[in-house]
């Protein structure tokens, strides 16, 4: 894996082709392979798109300046999700004001082809899941990762995460189930 | 019921699989998210580096103010020679152009006691960061002279100071229009005002002073005094002046308790001679008043080889000096206890 810092041209062209710009090209690399990854985690974290766009950019940020020594210390991923997840809970600390959950869902339409209505219940639900709760969610369904390793991540012990995950499946079922009835 | 229980968490497990992956797969791709990523990185860093900047500067700052704050160092008196200091040991205050504050911890009583006409450096012992020094020129850099210092108002062993379009000089005891010629090993003196940088700007100089800074051979041998001068002035160099209470009375000898001195000095005894001159009450007198302990005294004296000091001139029952009893309430309750006694003595 490359350290040093390298002189690279853009790699996604028509956004940034005509600037020069300066990254390490282990980082670099890091982006484009599993930034897609991260930001359908982000975007479970945080159940608004734009939000998890803004926190996977922040993470990969944080983590950019000190790319060589999480690089010399193996797979960077987990270490990038955490900074993810406590990033996307120190945001909820600020922003507390900016998400405002609500229970009435938006009328549904007759025919939905495209399904987008129902991944918005989806969304909409998973958003009314507790934080904490909605992380273990996504750590141990979505990112496939142990019990231990979620109680890791999350700071907490493994019974934790049990319990955790058994509230956070319950709401979003339920959540779901009142969807579903209507 | 463990096989039930068992498919409801895999049943489980896979409704949230289903769902949380039904839901990632909605979020759309950003191509533009490694661009993006290291813009926010260059900010961060060049934001870093101003903040780094900022404290930098801060920091060099505060420790210039400090340094500042350290090298403006407030004129301050003299320490107070011991009680038993003898006579030959108080270096006369030769060479400074004002008076440097000897006894008095108040500089506006010594600034008051020392002003005088057209006297340029008469006020310059305040609190506003002026210094005054005398010593020899070690170096001359076009405006800026370099002066090892053998007396200073602040405890400054060499000091550089520079010259102003407003700096007045003295030249040979003279005012001068222009600055006198200076030469390395030119014993000065000079008053300057500390500035905001801690560099000195001299507001007077006095160069070719014919007393200053003396040797010991000169000391034994100053000039003269203009007879008729006004001896409780201490400014006038070459020679120790006095004023103060007589302590002590033995034959022509007298020990005086200072109260202000051209010399650092608490207490001087000095002998009075054929030579030695009188005024009593602000007349000339050819014979020695009656002199007794507690009365006040000003004399100019000559140092001695041996150390002692001869009076030259000695005035008694002063009049026209500045009487502490105006300030000091004990002397005050003094005087106005001998005014009473005067009084009674009057109408009885």
Redesign the interface.
Known sequence: MTTSIERVA???S???SA?V???DEGF?AF??DR??RL??????LTAD?HL??DL???T??KV??RWTRIASQGDPTAYVRTVMLHTAISWRRRRWRSEVPTATLPERLASDPGGALV?EG??AA?AQVPPRQRAA??L???DDLSEAETAEILGCSVGTVKSQTAKG?AR??SL?GTEHDR | MNMEHHVNDLESNEFARDVLGRLAATMPDNPGRVAAVQRIVRRRRRRRVATRATLGLASAAGVGFVVVNGATRQPQTLPAASPTVPPGDSAPTAGVPDTVPVTSPDPCAVAKATTGPGDATSTLLDNQGRMKAAGTITAIDGERISVSVEQASIEISDVTATFAADTTYGDAGQPSSGRPQLGIGDPIAFSAVVQPDGSYVIDHLEAHMPDAVQTPEDATKPSAPPRGSDVTNPTFDGWIKVTGTITAVNGSTISVSVEQASIVATDVTATVSVSTTYRDAGQTSSTRPELAIGDRVAFSAVPQPDGSYLIDQLETHMTDIANPADTDPAGAAAKQKRALAECGSTTG
């Open positions: 853009p790699v996604e028509g956004v940034a600037r710009l300066w990254v670099a982006v484009r930034s897609t930001a359908r985690t982000a975007f479970l798109r998890a766009e996977l950019q922040a990969l940020a950019a300046d991944d989806l969304r998973l969610l996504v141990r369904y979505y499946l979003l079922r779901l």
